[in-house]
C-alpha cells in the first residue's frame, strides 16, 4: 500500500536560529498509528509544525498522497485533509461552542455536508449540544478538550496530528482523551501521535517512532518498542514502572 | 433636567462618531496586533477626500462617505503591501509597530500639509448650520447626521463581522490565528483585507468628521491620545468595547464641558486613559475584537 504521508530528509528550524530537525524521516499509511517520543526539545512538536506548515521546511519533501506540500501555507495544507490539533488548546474562546464547531466546515463549500457533519460531532459529544451558546472560553477544561476533539471530528481528515494529548489533564480526562483518539484512528484516519506518556501513546499505537536531537533514533512497531530495554529505562522510566 | 438630556443627547451623537473613528482601530489591533498611530491621519485623509468632493464638485459629504472609504483603503492596501505584509503575520510584534506607524503619520501628514497647508478646513453643507428640536431638545442638524450615519456603518460591521463567513475568519485569527489557520483559513488574506476595512472605516469617519470638526493635517497628533483612551477604555482589540467606550467618554467629556467648562473636557479622555491603565490595563472587554 503507498504512503499518505511520505517525508524525506526534512530539515526544519525556527528564524535565523539554527536548524532543530536533521534529515529526518517520516511515513504513515492509510489507518496506521504512529507514536513519535522522545526526550523534551527532542524536536517532536517541530515536526508536526513542519508536516502542517505552521513551520516551513528548510529542506526536505513532504509528499501527502503523492502530492508535494512542502513549503504550501498552513490552510493549504489543512485543506488537503491534514488535520493538526496542536499543544496549546486550540479553541476561539470569544465564540460560542456552535460557532467554534462551524469552524471546522469553514473551508468546505456544501453547506448540507457541513451541517450534517457538525450533527454528528454534537451527537458524538453530547456536552458540547447542551452548551452550544456559551462561548467556549468560559467551559471547562475537560469540555474545551471535548470541543477540539469534536471540531476534528467535523473536519473529517485523512490524517491527523496530535500533539500531546494528555498534556495538563487530569486522569479521568486522559482516559477520555484516548477514547477519543482510538475512535479516530478506528474511523480509518491515520493518526501521528507524540504523547509525553509514552506508555500511553505507544499502547494506543501501531508504530513507535524514538527521536532526539532532531534525528531519527529508530522505528519499530509499538509492542516491540514498548519490550525494548534501552527505551524502558530511557524513556518509559516512570510510566513503566506505575 | 431638561438640559443634561440634552447634553447626554448631543455626547452620545458625537460618541458614535468617535465610535467610527476607532472602531477600524481596534479592529487592525485585533486581527494583526499593530497599534496603527497612523489611523488619526487616514482619517483627515478621508475628511479632505470629501472636503474637495464638496469644494469641487459640490458632492455632499454624507454621500461622499463611500468614495472617501475606497480611497483610504486602497491607500491602506498600498501601505500595507509596503510596510507590513512581511511581517503582518507574527503576532508578537506590536511594540515595532507603534514605532512604524508613527513615522507613517508623520510622512502622510507631511505630504498633506505640503499640498493643503495646514489651515483650518470644515466641510459647509447646507445642513450643517442647522438644528432641529424634538420637543424642547434642540440637536444640530451635523452631529444628528454624522451620528446616524456611523451607527448605521458600526450596525453593519457589527453584521459582517457575525454573520458573514469572512467576518468569522476575521474574528477567529483575532482569537488564535494558529488556530484559524488550522481549521482552513487564509491568514494573510484575513490581515490584508482587515487591514483595508480598518482603513476604509477611518476614512468613512472622516467624510463625517469633515463637517463636524474643523481639521487641518497635524490636527492627527490631539486625536491619536482621544482615540487611544476611548479603545484602552474599551479594551484594545473588541469593537464593542470601542464603542461603549466611545459613547461613555464621549457623554462624560460633555457633561463636563457643560457644566464644569469646556477647557477641562478634554481632559476626561487623558484621564480616562490614565485611569483605566493603572486598574484595568485590559479595559473593559479585554482584547479580542467582537
Ligand atoms: N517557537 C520557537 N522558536 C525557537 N525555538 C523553538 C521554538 N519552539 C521550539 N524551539 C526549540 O526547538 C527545539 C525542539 O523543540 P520542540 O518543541 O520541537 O521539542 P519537543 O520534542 O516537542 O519537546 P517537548 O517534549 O518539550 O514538547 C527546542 O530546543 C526548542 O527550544
Ligand atoms: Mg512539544
Known amino acids: 500500500m503507498t504512503n499518505l504521508l511520505d517525508m524525506r530528509n526534512l530539515v526544519a528550524g525556527y528564524g535565523y536560529g539554527p536548524d532543530i530537525i536533521h534529515d529526518f524521516n517520516l511515513q504513515i499509511k492509510k489507518s496506521e498509528v504512529k507514536c513519535i517520543i522522545g526526550p523534551n526539545g527532542a524536536g517532536k512538536s517541530t515536526v508536526l509544525k513542519a508536516i502542517t506548515g505552521v513551520l516551513k521546511p528548510r529542506s526536505g519533501a513532504v509528499e501527502f498522497e503523492g502530492k508535494d506540500i512542502a513549503g504550501k501555507e498552513a490552510y493549504q495544507i489543512m485543506r488537503q485533509g491534514i488535520c493538526f490539533l496542536p499543544q496549546e488548546r486550540a479553541i476561539f474562546p470569544n465564540m460560542t461552542v456552535a460557532e467554534n464547531l462551524k469552524m471546522g466546515t469553514y473551508s468546505l463549500q456544501d453547506k448540507r455536508l457541513a451541517e450534517e457533519r457538525i450533527h454528528h460531532a454534537i451527537e458524538t459529544f453530547p456536552v458540547l449540544g ?23 471530528f467535523a473536519i473529517q481528515p485523512k ?12 486522569p479521568a480526562l486522559v482516559e477520555q482523551t484516548f477514547q477519543h483518539i482510538a475512535n479516530i484512528a478506528s474511523s480509518g484516519i491515520a493518526v501521528i501521535l507524540v504523547e509525553q506518556n509514552a506508555f500511553r501513546g505507544l499502547e494506543a499505537a501501531d508504530y513507535g517512532v524514538v527521536m532526539d536531537l532532531g534525528k531519527l533514533v529508530f522505528e519499530k512497531p509499538a509492542n516491540e518498542v514498548l519490550q525494548d530495554q534501552r527505551i524502558r529505562e530511557l524513556y518509559l522510566g516512570k510510566a513503566a514502572k506505575q | 433636567m431638561m438640559q443634561v438630556l440634552q447634553v447626554v443627547i448631543l455626547g452620545l451623537a ?21 497599534v496603527n498611530l497612523a489611523h488619526p491621519i487616514l482619517i483627515i485623509t478621508g475628511a479632505f477626500v470629501s472636503y474637495w468632493l464638496f469644494i469641487l464638485i459640490g458632492l455632499d459629504p454624507i454621500l461622499s462617505v463611500p468614495l472617501a472609504a475606497i480611497v483610504v483603503a486602497f491607500l491602506g492596501i498600498v501601505l500595507y503591501k509596503l510596510v507590513f505584509e512581511k511581517d503582518a503575520a507574527k503576532q508578537t510584534y506590536s511594540e515595532m509597530t507603534v514605532l512604524l506607524t508613527f513615522g507613517m503619520a508623520m510622512v502622510i501628514d507631511g505630504i498633506l500639509a505640503f499640498f493643503f497647508h495646514n489651515t483650518q478646513r470644515i466641510t459647509s453643507p447646507s445642513y450643517a448650520t442647522d438644528a432641529i428640536f424634538i420637543g424642547e431638545i434642540f440637536i444640530p442638524t451635523a452631529q444628528l447626521y454624522s451620528g ?37 483559513v487564509n491568514v494573510k488574506l484575513v ?15 472622516g467624510a463625517l468628521v469633515s463637517f463636524v470638526f474643523s481639521f487641518f493635517p497635524s490636527r492627527h497628533w490631539e486625536w491619536i491620545a482621544i482615540m487611544m483612551s476611548l479603545v484602552v477604555l474599551g479594551g484594545m482589540g473588541s469593537i464593542t468595547g470601542a464603542v461603549i467606550g466611545a459613547l461613555i467618554l464621549s457623554v462624560v467629556s460633555s457633561l463636563v464641558s457643560a457644566y464644569y467648562s469646556p477647557a477641562w473636557s478634554t481632559m476626561v479622555f487623558f484621564l480616562a486613559l490614565f485611569v483605566v491603565l493603572l486598574f484595568r490595563p485590559q479595559g473593559l472587554f479585554g482584547v479580542r475584537v467582537d
Open chain 1, 130 to 152: 447542551e452548551r452550544l451558546h456559551q462561548l467556549s472560553g468560559t467551559l471547562s477544561g475537560g469540555q474545551q478538550q471535548q470541543l477540539v476533539y469534536a471540531r476534528a
Open chain 1, 159 to 170: 490524517l491527523m496530528l496530535i500533539d500531546e494529548p494528555s498534556l495538563g489533564l487530569a
Open chain 2, 14 to 34: 458625537l460618541g458614535f462618531v468617535y465610535a467610527l473613528m476607532v472602531s477600524g482601530l481596534t479592529l487592525i489591533f485585533g486581527v494583526m496586533r499593530i
Open chain 2, 148 to 184: 446616524l450615519v456611523s451607527v448605521t456603518i458600526i450596525t453593519a460591521l457589527a453584521l459582517f463581522l457575525k454573520y458573514s463567513n469572512f467576518g468569522v475568519a476575521i474574528r477567529a485569527t483575532s482569537q488564535n490565528r494558529t488556530s484559524a489557520e488550522l481549521v482552513g
Open chain 2, 191 to 205: 490581515c490584508l483585507v482587515s487591514f483595508a476595512i480598518g482603513c476604509g472605516l477611518a476614512g468613512s469617519a
